[in-house]
């Protein structure tokens, strides 16, 4: 089964597929050149819409600002790329008093280990999705 995508593509973006299981693949359209990952070990850090960041607190805790004019869908990835937001949590602040993180209005302390966050934004709130394994998925 192919599931094919119901937009079409922007410039600089090619067809991907995706296994889905079960001999069913998903097309959808992904940059042709994705984002790069930015190492950062201090802050405060500004965090740019559609970045992906390998937060570094192993130096000692930090905080990451999300930007304050983003637009629905911008995204923002952060991961823990040396097994230390445990010992040295790190704060993804909001910079904006109008946004909230996961609905509550304040910033968000990173505390798990080896875990990566994308943070999505949708109408004034930066949604969190959780990788399954931090659920028991």
Same mark, same amino acid.
């Given at each position: ?13 090619? &067809? ?10 998903? &097309?959808?359209?992904?940059?042709? !050149? ?6 950062? #070990? =201090? ?6 819409? !559609? $970045?992906?960041? &390998?937060?570094?607190? =192993? ?23 040396? $097994? =230390?937001?445990?010992? !040295?949590?790190? #704060? ?13 209005? $304040?910033?968000?302390?990173? =505390? ?26």
């Amino acid at each position: 089964t192919w599931v094919l995508p119901e937009n079409d593509p922007e410039d600089g973006y090619v &067809l991907k597929a995706k296994l889905l299981g079960a001999g069913a693949v998903e &097309l959808e359209w992904r940059p042709d !050149n994705p984002p790069t990952w930015t190492a950062v #070990t =201090s802050g405060p850090y500004a965090a740019i819409s !559609n $970045s992906q960041i &390998l937060a570094d607190t =192993s130096g000692g805790a930090f905080t990451i600002n999300l930007p304050s004019s983003p637009t629905n869908g911008d995204t923002i990835r952060i991961s823990d790329p040396t $097994s =230390s937001w445990t010992a !040295n949590n790190l #704060t993804i602040a909001r910079t904006n008093g109008s946004h909230s993180i996961n609905g509550v209005a $304040s910033d968000f302390t990173a =505390s798990v280990q080896n875990i990566t966050y994308e943070l999505v934004f949708y109408n004034n709130n930066w949604l969190i999705l959780i990788p399954a394994s931090v659920i028991g998925g």
